[in-house]
């Protein structure tokens, strides 16, 4: 089912977000981040701009439906969105003001932060280095975000020693590797967020389980292009929990339908082989692991899948609609899985140049990858040139990134 979506609200607005996790990997919230199309080197906002709430209002109620319930949302605010009334147009119950960096504690700022707080709101302060000037927000935050990026363990013990004397929660962001996370988490560092959750943690000896091995072995046959509509409804009446979330899809609001379906192979005949192939994956693909990790990572997957099926129809690209599909599906499943890629695709019967562009990053066709890490690390002016040098617009980008979260938030209801 091809969906339309608001223009006002989608077309000039890239949304990205960014999961933060617990010491035991479990999520507790996204950072938010906004750009406007029209100025990707830098945040939507911009002195004396009347706007900045709406676009905090749109971008958020965006991104909102697919986040997970009981989780935080980051959104950062620059001096002028702090002490104007853009905060106050988002729900304090989840959402965490974010006081950018360059925000000197001025007056009128800490006492915007105090009635924030008066409100309900739970500030953190982002990207602390430690410098002096500092200390009335680091006394006023709920949160301190600390840069790991080019910084040893000394340099980050120093600085955690700096704040010990506070309150707040300590966040380390920018983490991308999973040594980094553990020294973090040793130094006593909260919540954690960066990539280093979208990288394999490669243990030797490690194996996947009988469980995990069948479901390879599903989305073995159902990457084969001939998968007849018979087999799909065998591979669903055999699984209660799969038949249960299909008729719960098929029935929901997103298809509008007048009449109950009640039937698997009515299911499956409304949807057609193709959409009912991929749906399946992705259900098949969030029951290999349930940890918070892997699920989010799933989400990550699915949306990088419709992103580039949409450029597809829209854009020259090396492989078929399906085919990019499973590009941007299998992306990340080494992380998933946590074994090398080349492991986990031996037994999927994939494309030769689609498993060329998954496992070497230096393939041509790898571009379309690096086109989809630049969008999820919110690196707005790689992603700018990136797309530049692939003939795309940012236009085009934000609308089908848009359309391709919204699917996701659907398709993983």
Same mark, same amino acid.
């Given at each position: 089912?091809?969906?339309?979506?608001?223009?006002?609200?989608?077309?000039?607005?890239?949304?990205?977000?960014?999961?933060?996790?617990?010491?035991?990997?479990?999520?507790?919230?996204?950072?938010?981040?906004?750009?406007?199309?029209?100025?990707?080197?830098?945040?939507?906002?911009?002195?004396?701009?009347?706007?900045?709430?709406?676009?905090?209002?749109?971008?958020?109620?965006? @991104?909102?439906?697919?986040?997970?319930?009981?989780?935080?949302?980051?959104?950062?605010?620059?001096?002028?969105?702090?002490?104007?009334?853009? *905060?106050?147009?988002? &729900? &304090?119950?989840?959402? /965490?003001?974010?006081?950018?960096?360059?925000?000197?504690?001025? *007056?009128?700022?800490?006492? @915007?932060?105090?009635?924030?707080?008066?409100?309900?709101?739970?500030?953190?302060?982002?990207?602390?280095?430690?410098?002096?000037?500092?200390? *009335?927000?680091?006394?006023?935050?709920?949160?301190?975000?600390?840069d790991i990026l080019h910084k040893n363990p000394t340099q980050v013990r120093n600085i955690v020693e700096g704040v010990s004397k506070y309150k707040a929660a300590l966040l380390a962001e920018k983490v991308e590797t999973h040594e980094v996370f553990k020294v973090c988490k040793n130094l006593g560092f909260t919540y954690f967020q960066g990539f280093f959750f979208n990288r394999p943690e490669i243990i030797p000896g490690?194996?996947?389980? @009988? !469980?995990?091995? @069948?479901?390879?072995?599903?989305?073995?046959?159902? !990457?084969?292009?001939?998968?007849?509509?018979?087999?799909?409804?065998?591979?669903?009446?055999?699984?209660? !929990?799969?038949?249960?979330?299909?008729?719960?899809?098929?029935?929901?609001?997103?298809?509008?339908?007048?009449?109950?379906?009640? !039937?698997? *192979?009515?299911? /499956?005949?409304?949807?057609?082989?193709?959409?009912?192939?991929?749906?399946?994956?992705?259900?098949?693909?969030?029951?290999?692991?349930?940890?918070?990790?892997?699920?989010?990572?799933?989400?990550?997957?699915?949306?990088?899948?419709?992103?580039?099926?949409?450029?597809?129809?829209?854009?020259?690209? &090396?492989?078929?609609?399906?085919?990019?599909?499973?590009?941007?599906?299998?992306?990340?499943?080494?992380?998933?899985?946590?074994?090398?890629?080349?492991?986990?695709?031996?037994e999927i019967p994939l494309d030769p140049g689609i498993k060329r562009a998954l496992v070497d990053p230096a393939c041509d066709d790898a571009v379309w990858i690096g086109l989809l890490d630049e969008i999820d690390r919110c690196n707005w002016i790689r992603l700018n040139a990136k797309a530049a040098r692939m003939g795309l617009s940012m236009a085009l980008i934000s609308r089908l990134s848009a359309e391709a979260t919204?699917?996701?938030?659907? /398709?993983?209801?």
């Amino acid at each position: 089912m091809e969906e339309t979506y608001p223009e006002q609200l989608y077309d000039k607005i890239c949304v990205a977000r960014q999961p933060i996790f617990t010491a035991d990997m479990q999520v507790w919230g996204y950072e938010l981040l906004f750009r406007h199309e029209d100025d990707m080197h830098s945040a939507v906002f911009t002195d004396g701009d009347q706007a900045t709430s709406q676009i905090i209002a749109d971008g958020y109620g965006l @991104a909102a439906p697919g986040l997970r319930k009981g989780s935080r949302a980051l959104i950062n605010f620059p001096r002028n969105a702090l002490v104007g009334a853009a *905060p106050f147009v988002l &729900p &304090p119950e989840q959402c /965490v003001v974010e006081i950018l960096e360059t925000v000197r504690p001025e *007056p009128e700022v800490i006492q @915007a932060c105090r009635e924030l707080k008066n409100r309900g709101y739970i500030l953190a302060l982002d990207d602390f280095v430690g410098d002096p000037g500092f200390e *009335p927000l680091c006394e006023l935050v709920d949160i301190i975000k600390v840069d790991i990026l080019h910084k040893n363990p000394t340099q980050v013990r120093n600085i955690v020693e700096g704040v010990s004397k506070y309150k707040a929660a300590l966040l380390a962001e920018k983490v991308e590797t999973h040594e980094v996370f553990k020294v973090c988490k040793n130094l006593g560092f909260t919540y954690f967020q960066g990539f280093f959750f979208n990288r394999p943690e490669i243990i030797p000896g490690r194996k996947l389980s @009988a !469980s995990q091995v @069948a479901k390879l072995k599903l989305l073995k046959e159902l !990457s084969a292009l001939d998968t007849n509509p018979d087999r799909l409804v065998e591979i669903i009446q055999t699984d209660l !929990s799969i038949s249960y979330r299909l008729l719960k899809y098929i029935n929901s609001a997103f298809f509008g339908l007048q009449v109950e379906v009640t !039937s698997i *192979p009515r299911a /499956v005949a409304m949807l057609g082989c193709q959409n009912m192939r991929q749906w399946l994956q992705v259900v098949i693909l969030s029951d290999m692991n349930t940890t918070d990790k892997a699920q989010e990572l799933v989400r990550i997957s699915v949306q990088r899948a419709r992103f580039l099926q949409l450029i597809a129809m829209r854009h020259p690209v &090396p492989f078929d609609q399906d085919s990019m599909f499973l590009l941007g599906f299998f992306s990340l499943l080494d992380a998933i899985l946590d074994q090398s890629m080349k492991t986990v695709l031996e037994e999927i019967p994939l494309d030769p140049g689609i498993k060329r562009a998954l496992v070497d990053p230096a393939c041509d066709d790898a571009v379309w990858i690096g086109l989809l890490d630049e969008i999820d690390r919110c690196n707005w002016i790689r992603l700018n040139a990136k797309a530049a040098r692939m003939g795309l617009s940012m236009a085009l980008i934000s609308r089908l990134s848009a359309e391709a979260t919204a699917w996701t938030n659907e /398709v993983m209801a």
